[in-house]
């Protein structure tokens, strides 16, 4: 079941990038992005509930910019040290809270954003990507990993989650009601859990669409 309160983020901040499964999940979904939505030298994008960065730092050489988003300070902060020591100057981390209403400036516009892992944290999807179109620029592309449909178990206690996962042509829906058009749906990564004393296997999709207004 759902557990509703969030999850403490800045808690674990610290301690994110020592679990060898998520560093290569966000190693897997970066090359995907790289693969199917193309970051180029001439693009500003958003990293949107960027956390320590992983995927965010992989596309960086790539592109002009990087707003890296999200709403754990405590992530922000490493974030912020892992800049400092790298000496990159493209990428800004920017706090923002979505659903407690602080969101981007109204008229920040980007040609690629992207997230990884993040919606299934967040109520409202609708309202999540009418929020990413609007922050695109016209042809911009959004590219957004996160989990296939699943049964509560890849999270344990699933605090924070309102989604255990989506089903894609769901979400594929609810993508071209907010605006996108050309929608291309693949699988990015595929994690191994234990789960009750056996391992299960979790698939990680990546769906890329186009703002076409």
Known sequence: MAQEERRDFDKEAANWDEDPRRVKLAADVAQT???????????DIMDFGCGTGLVTLQIQ???KTITAVDSSRGMLEVLA??????KISNVVPLYADFEKGGGLEANKRFHLI???????????????LRMWHQHLLPGGILSVADLDAEDGSFHGDNTGVYHFG????KLMELMR???????KDTTASVMQRDID???????????TGERTS
């Open 61 to 63: 050489p790539l592109v």
């Open 81 to 86: 040290r892992k800049i400092e020591a790298r």
């Open 177 to 183: 009601q907010a605006g996108f058009a050309g929608l």
């Open 33 to 43: 992005i790289i693969r199917e939505a193309r970051p180029a030298s001439g693009m």
């Open 166 to 169: 989506f089903g894609r042509e």
């Open 197 to 207: 004393g056996g391992k299960r296997e979790f698939t990680v999709f990546l769906i």
């Open 114 to 128: 992207v997230s990884s892992m993040t919606m299934h944290h967040v109520a409202d999807t609708a309202a999540l």
